[in-house]
């Protein structure tokens, strides 16, 4: 699958549609301008879908953070029902736009992925009237059945694609899980699976070592397990290892890893030159894009056909920049 056809599902006020409760929108520039020329959007506004008017009365998320109703602010109307009908009706509609991603809109009641203010009552000191106490831990309706209909789907808020760590966590992510389901789509046997592992190896142990060693351990067991069984815990794994930041620490484990495997081949300098390298970028002096720049020069001019495989050192395509922070 070419990065085009690769599904996103985006909150349409981040595309610039103005669907908002006030009639304005969000525009994420980044969005459209940097990822809309890799990715193909499939946008969704809960409160638009669910049938509510443009401009609307704004609402909020109120009682039990765990089963939040969705209410209207000033006329007091329970909009629940109305917007969890459209939830369960949408995500069916979506499990045919075979979505890789989803970006949800920071602090929406509908779509707000994390933190999302729910407001509890509870009594006033004089006893009759009532306040509202807001507890940051809840998340927007639309967003919560998403995550629970795809619990292994990536997903992230608009605000946190400005951090280049949850960006480049995010972006490789949407690109795995694009390559496992075209992995899956193949009709794959035991061999195809040992062949897709080796490749994400190094990918896999940047984002979390104890998981890569679960992967290892269970391809390496493929033959005890029926296929179907095998696919889905090792499509499981995959993304529990992808959703874990991969820091700087590990990053520079897998570097050294991959040095280890030129040892016998370079010059006292040419070591010298590539650990140093490595040091700058633990030290945050050099961008991660600089050592494995070196590292894929040596895998052409050694002719290292297994390091040149591994989607490490290049997991994305190379135009959106994830490894050029410091």
Not at 73 to 99: G, H, N, P
Not at 229 to 242: C, D, H, K, P, S
Request: some cysteine; hydrophobic content about 35%.
């Amino acid at each position: 699958m070419s990065s085009s056809q690769i599904a996103l599902g985006v909150s349409s006020c981040l595309l610039g549609e103005a669907v908002r409760y006030d009639g304005g929108h969000r525009h994420d520039h980044y969005i459209t301008d940097t990822l809309g020329k890799y990715f193909r959007f499939v946008p969704v506004c809960p409160e638009v879908g669910s049938g509510m008017p443009i401009p609307r009365e704004p609402m909020r998320l109120e009682g039990d953070p765990e089963q939040p109703r969705l209410m209207t602010i000033k006329s007091r109307v329970d909009l629940t029902e109305q917007m969890e009908s459209f939830c369960w009706e949408k995500v069916e509609a979506l499990e045919r736009e075979e979505l890789c991603g989803f970006i949800f809109k920071k602090d929406s009641p509908s779509s707000g992925l994390y933190r999302v203010k729910v407001y509890t009552s509870v009594p006033a000191k004089d006893g009759i009237s009532k306040s509202h106490v807001t507890v940051h831990k809840g998340r927007g309706l639309f967003a919560d059945a998403v995550c629970k209909r795809f619990p292994f789907l990536p997903v992230e808020e608009d605000s946190r694609l400005h951090d280049p760590i949850h960006r480049e966590n995010f972006i490789e992510r949407v690109f795995t899980y694009s390559r496992w389901k075209a992995f899956l789509r193949a009709e794959p046997t035991l061999g195809d699976l040992v062949e897709f592992h080796a490749a994400h190896k190094l990918l896999i142990m940047a984002h979390s070592p104890t998981l890569y060693r679960e992967l290892g351990a269970l391809v390496g067991k493929g033959a005890e397990l029926p296929e179907g069984e095998l696919f889905l815990r090792y499509g499981e794994l995959l993304m529990m290892a992808m959703s874990m930041c991969a820091t700087v620490k590990k990053h520079t484990d897998v570097l050294m890893h991959i040095m280890g495997y030129f040892k016998s081949v370079l010059t006292r300098e040419e070591k010298e030159e590539l650990l140093d390298l490595i040091r700058k970028y633990h030290n945050h002096l050099v961008p991660h894009i600089v050592p494995v720049t070196m590292l894929r020069h040596y895998c052409l001019k050694f002719e290292n056909t297994y390091l040149s495989r591994q989607l490490y050192l290049s997991p994305v395509p190379e135009e959106l920049a994830l490894r050029n922070h410091a």
